[in-house]
T-cell receptor, first 112, second 108 residues
Framework: ETGVTQTPRHLVMGMTNKKSLKCEQH?????MYWYKQSAKKPLELMFV???????ENNSVPSRFSPECPNSSHLFLHLHTLQPEDSALYLC???????????FGQGTRLTVV | GIQVEQSPPDLILQEGANSTLRCNFS?????LQWFHQNPWGQLINLFY???GTKQNGRLSATTVATERYSLLYISSSQTTDSGVYFC??????????FGTGTSLTVIP
């Protein structure tokens, strides 16, 4: 049982599709994050939210669009992705921004 | 940003053996975490250890912040310990920086 839940676990989408990744945390944390993990590369921070406000956007292409409707939920909206966007997308939460982080199970995304 | 180097990059152990994984970082930090990434991709928290020593069962970790390194010890390894171990560091108000991990394979 994890305090951070991601859905779906696996996603295959075409380059013209629109899909969304969902993350929910049950830990009462104030900060939530999206990370991208590609093969043989360190985790890359994509977005950070604190109390539903975006505090960091690490030069992520606009085809990735985050949404944080409340402090427990985080979405990543995807559209017109490229094959190189195929990766494991991980959501995390922490009590405060950049404090001890807890991760979800990840969504393995394949763009075809 | 902070550079994080982990060693060794790959490690193969016989079940029951002990191992030490190392994490070096290039700047002072006040947050450090060790994670185990299981075969399904989830990052599992092992230790939050900005300084000092902690133990949890067969695993223990030591961080010497003044010398900018941390060590993760795995004793009596089991096949379920296989996976990738990541170190992540940050300093106040700044993002976590991850190393490229140590890939551990424990063979029966």
């Amino acid at each position: 049982e994890t305090g951070v839940t991601q859905t779906p676990r696996h996603l295959v989408m075409g380059m013209t599709n629109k899909k969304s990744l969902k993350c929910e945390q049950h830990l009462g944390h104030n900060a939530m994050y999206w990370y991208k993990q590609s093969a043989k590369k360190p985790l890359e921070l994509m977005f950070v939210y604190s109390l539903e406000e975006r505090v960091e956007n690490n030069s992520v292409p606009s085809r990735f669009s985050p949404e944080c409707p409340n402090s427990s939920h985080l979405f990543l909206h995807l559209h017109t992705l490229q094959p190189e966007d195929s990766a494991l997308y991980l959501c995390a939460s922490s009590p405060g921004v950049y404090t001890e982080a807890f991760f979800g199970q990840g969504t393995r995304l394949t763009v075809v | 940003g902070i550079q994080v180097e982990q060693s060794p990059p790959d490690l193969i152990l016989q079940e029951g053996a002990n191992s030490t994984l190392r994490c070096n970082f290039s700047d002072s930090v006040n947050n450090l975490q060790w994670f185990h990434q299981n075969p399904w991709g989830q990052l599992i928290n092992l230790f939050y250890i900005p300084s000092g020593t902690k133990q949890n069962g067969r695993l223990s970790a030591t961080t010497v912040a003044t010398e900018r390194y941390s060590l993760l010890y795995i004793s009596s390894s089991q096949t379920t310990d296989s996976g990738v171990y990541f170190c992540a560091v940050s300093n106040t108000g700044n993002q976590f920086y991850f190393g490229t991990g140590t890939s551990l394979t424990v063979i029966p």
